[in-house]
Every structure is written in structure tokens, then in C-alpha cells.
């Protein structure tokens, strides 16, 4: 356990590794990380779920007697009837706490039943938190697009109504949710016959522009940044602020070695240069970035400070974005691109398709094919305009 400024919490596993990965994962989580939290279950696609629901119990039991609480995810998008029944069934047990990410869910809720905020959910203002704080929420853990300025007066909030406050300290970060299945669209498949193959890309497939910049992941129906959280160096100010807790997010690499980096720079053990340096040699290849809170756009590297950052590899097998497909069915404000400090504003991405002559005589679009991004930024209060301004070819700034 922590016993420094901050709990740590380990959130869900976002991406399809396979079972006994999975096992073997929750097992030394269970014996090694010095973690206070673990929420652990599907939040991504329900597809997912048959593969794991022999490991699921044995995990949380082997969690649970190692001294952990469990908070049990649910999923981002319910849209079926099977996914319904299923959250039913989650909130019929009341051993345990739910973390949603979907306000229907809310629902589902017994009365005065105490539930988790997950990072899926538009916490944006004082006035959202305090009416699910009202409704029983207990911990909120933010969206990771927030800027430090959003972050601290919702703290400030949350102090006040007596709930934890949660922020997203490492991993790649969850940006949109969707329908339709970009994994299995790339590889030419349906997203009922996708053959599971999210499961080849064990942090997500790299997404890159025309000229080769590696721009997003996607991890089945998920959207998420290509770069990694990491807010290692920046403990001082999130306490300050007002934080109680961090959310590490599962990926590839030492993750335990990136627990106990965490957990000690809480407890004040190291200082946040040697944190910086031991989560990057626990995952060599990832690239990271505080500019969602700190820098001057969400993508932004951390500061000069940290000259020994590698710029991360470029995966072999990727997705090319010049053009791309599909409408997300979740508004989300996305400031990937932008400096992340216009309150209100949310982003509706619309996939379009645009097929070459070759791909609608085939009738599908090859999975080399090239793909395009159209933005379309409305706001939630009259103020809010953005600027007119092009990003990429076919990618811009548009008045509400």
C-alpha cells in the first residue's frame, strides 16, 4: 500500500491480451505492485469478455487477499441487449463497487447504491460533479483532456463534497469511443466477424498522418492517444492542487517496476527526475506527454528537462489517417491538436468514407488504403468559438 500524498489505483485493462497473459498480469499486481485500488474488468468491447471469465474470479480473490480493494468497470458504450443484461447483473452483486462510464448505467443503480466515476465521463464543471457526488458518487477519476486549471478547481470541489478525486497519471489515454470497430475496418473485417484482431497489438495500433507522424491508437472500438501519460514529474503540483489519486493504466513493459516508481515518488522516497527515468527505462519504447495539463497542446513532450526521452519506435504494422471512416457515436472534447483550454467545448468526429475506384469496385476498403478526418468543434456555451484554423488537409477549426 501507499503511504504517501497519493493512492494509486491501477485502472482496467483496456486492450485484448489473451487469458493466461491476463492471469499472470493480476497475479504479481496482486503480490508485488504496492497499489491501494485495482479496477479491473471490460470497459472496452463486450466481445472480449468469454475469454476471461474463468480468470476473472480467481483474480479478484487473489487481489482482494492480497490487501487491495476492487472496484469492479463496466462498459464504455452499452448498446445491446446481451450488454444490458450483463450491466444488470453487475449491479444485482453489492459486494463490491462499480466504476461507470456510461451515465445510462446510472439507471441500473440501486438506490443510494455508492458507484465510481470512470475517466469516460464529461466531468467538467463544479456543478456536474456536486449532482453525481449528490447521486453517490464516491470517487471521480477525470478525463485526461482536462487542464491543470479545470483539474484544481475540481478539486477544490470535490474537498468540498467529500469525495476522492482521481487524475490519470500514465498510459496511453482514452480520447473517443465508437459503434463501428476501426481495429477490424483496417484489417478488412466486420466488426461481427472481426476475429478478434485487436488482440495482435498489445497497446493498440498505431495511427499515422500522411507524412508519417504517429498520431493516435486504436484499440478495437476505442480511440486513444499515441503518446503516454506520465505525470511522474509533476506530483508536486498535482498535490498542491488538491489530487488524491493517481490511475496507472495497464500496458506492456515492467509494470510493476512503473507501480513502485509511482508509489515512491508519492511517498517523497525519489525525487521526480529519477521517477522520470525509471518509468522510462520500465517501458523503453513509449513516448510521453503532460501537455493535456501542462504544455501547449495534448500531445506535447514532457519538458526540455527530461533531454534523455526517446522518441518512440514506429510500429511496423499501422493505419494510415490521411483518410479515414465511420461516425463515433460519443461526443468527447478531443484537444489532441489544440491547446485543451476552451471549457465547454466538446468534439463530434465524423468518419467519412472516401473509397478509390479500386475499393468501391471491390466493394470494401483495402487496408492500405488511405483514410481522411473531418472535425467538426461545437460548444456547450454561447462564448465558446474556436478558431478557424487548418490543421491537416481536410482537418480544421469550425465556429459553433
Known amino acids: 500500500m501507499t503511504q504517501g500524498r497519493f493512492g494509486l489505483t491501477v485502472g482496467p485493462l483496456l486492450f485484448n491480451w489473451?487469458?493466461?497473459?491476463?492471469?499472470?498480469?493480476?497475479?504479481?499486481?496482486?503480490?508485488?505492485?504496492?497499489?491501494?485500488?485495482?479496477?479491473?474488468?471490460?470497459?472496452?468491447?463486450?466481445k472480449r469478455e468469454p475469454f476471461r471469465e474463468e480468470c476473472l474470479g480467481p483474480a479478484i480473490e487473489r487481489l482482494e487477499r492480497a490487501g487491495k480493494k476492487v472496484v469492479l468497470a463496466s462498459l464504455t458504450l452499452v448498446t445491446l441487449e446481451r450488454e444490458r443484461r450483463a450491466a444488470r447483473e453487475l449491479f444485482a452483486q453489492t459486494q463490491r463497487e462499480v466504476e461507470i462510464d456510461d451515465l445510462t448505467l446510472m439507471n441500473l443503480l440501486p438506490q443510494g447504491a455508492p458507484f465510481a466515476v470512470g475517466p469516460m465521463i464529461n466531468v467538467y464543471n463544479e456543478p456536474t460533479l456536486g449532482f453525481l457526488a449528490r447521486k453517490g458518487a464516491s470517487r471521480f477519476c477525470l478525463p485526461p483532456e482536462l487542464p491543470f486549471a479545470s483539474v484544481a478547481t475540481l478539486a477544490r470541489s470535490a474537498a468540498e463534497h467529500g469525495v476522492g478525486l482521481e487524475i490519470w497519471a500514465y498510459g496511453r489515454m482514452p480520447l473517443a469511443i465508437s459503434g463501428r470497430c476501426y481495429h477490424a475496418r483496417v484489417h478488412g473485417l466486420s466488426k461481427d466477424s472481426c476475429q478478434f484482431v485487436c488482440e495482435r497489438d498489445a497497446d493498440g495500433l498505431a495511427v499515422r498522418t500522411a507524412d508519417g507522424t504517429e498520431f493516435l491508437a486504436i484499440n478495437g472500438v476505442q480511440t486513444l492517444s499515441h503518446k503516454y501519460a506520465n505525470l511522474a514529474g509533476d506530483l508536486d503540483r498535482l498535490a498542491g492542487a488538491g489530487v488524491t489519486s493517481l490511475r496507472l493504466s495497464p500496458h506492456s513493459g515492467d509494470f510493476i517496476a512503473i507501480a513502485r516508481a509511482f508509489a515512491r515518488a508519492a511517498a517523497g522516497e525519489i525525487a521526480p527526475r529519477e521517477a522520470l527515468e525509471q518509468v522510462q527505462?520500465?517501458?523503453?519504447?513509449?513516448?510521453?506527454?503532460?501537455?493535456?495539463?501542462?504544455?501547449?497542446?495534448?500531445?506535447?513532450?514532457?519538458?526540455?528537462?527530461?533531454?534523455?526521452?526517446?522518441?518512440?519506435?514506429?510500429?511496423?504494422?499501422?493505419?494510415?489517417?490521411?483518410?479515414?471512416?465511420?461516425?463515433?457515436?460519443?461526443?468527447?472534447?478531443?484537444?489532441?491538436?489544440?491547446?485543451?483550454?476552451?471549457?465547454g467545448i466538446t468534439h463530434r468526429a465524423a468518419w467519412r468514407r472516401r473509397s478509390s475506384p479500386a475499393s468501391r469496385r471491390r466493394g470494401r476498403i483495402p487496408p492500405d488504403s488511405a483514410w481522411t478526418i473531418s472535425r467538426r468543434w461545437t460548444s456547450s456555451i454561447s462564448a465558446g468559438v474556436a478558431p478557424r484554423r487548418s490543421l491537416r488537409r481536410g482537418c480544421c477549426w469550425r465556429r459553433a
Open 281 to 343: 527505462a520500465a517501458a523503453p519504447e513509449a513516448a510521453f506527454t503532460n501537455g493535456f495539463l501542462f504544455g501547449a497542446n495534448g500531445a506535447a513532450p514532457l519538458p526540455a528537462a527530461c533531454p534523455w526521452q526517446p522518441r518512440a519506435k514506429h510500429s511496423r504494422v499501422g493505419c494510415n489517417l490521411s483518410r479515414i471512416t465511420r461516425a463515433s457515436t460519443r461526443t468527447r472534447r478531443d484537444a489532441w491538436t489544440s491547446n485543451g483550454s476552451w471549457p
Open 18 to 46: 489473451p487469458a493466461d497473459r491476463f492471469a499472470d498480469f493480476y497475479a504479481r499486481l496482486a503480490d508485488e505492485a504496492p497499489v491501494d485500488r485495482v479496477v479491473i474488468g471490460e470497459s472496452v468491447c463486450s
